[in-house]
């Protein structure tokens, strides 16, 4: 239904957490070299990731890699706290995809350039925390994609 894209994912919990969820609703996830730790059976292991066999994942070399990448999403948002846009403001459609910036530096600025338009955010209620986790801001704007997107149907 929608495609979840990690833009170097550091933090091989995180990935985990969110193969999870990817795997639970069926949505493909995309990773973008260089990751900050290696997919390894031990790792995957180690990390709760015995499930990872069972999902629809991409590799990609790097951002150039996945943009000229025929199995990428073509209409793309990326969540970040740097929008203005919330989640709730767009028009969610199947196949679209979910872009996120890694949990140290986010997302770069010509990753920003080129989402232009689509650079959405989670609303945050409280002024004194920066921002949420990345499987915790995966799972909240993957169902209410999936919400938006079911209620079309």
Known sequence: ??????????????TGNIGRLCAFIEARLHLIHPLGFKITDKNLRRAGMDYWKDLDVLEYENWDCFLSSSSRPHNIFLLTTHAQKKIWDVRFQKGDGL???NEGGGAPD????WVGDNRVTIPKYSPKLRSLNLAV???????EAIRQISDSD
């Open 137 to 143: 801001s995966a799972g909240i704007s993957a169902y």
């Open 99 to 101: 872009l996120f910036g």
């Open 1 to 14: 239904m929608i495609d979840i894209i990690l833009f170097q994912p550091e933090i091989p919990q995180n």
């Open 110 to 113: 010509y990753v920003h350039r």
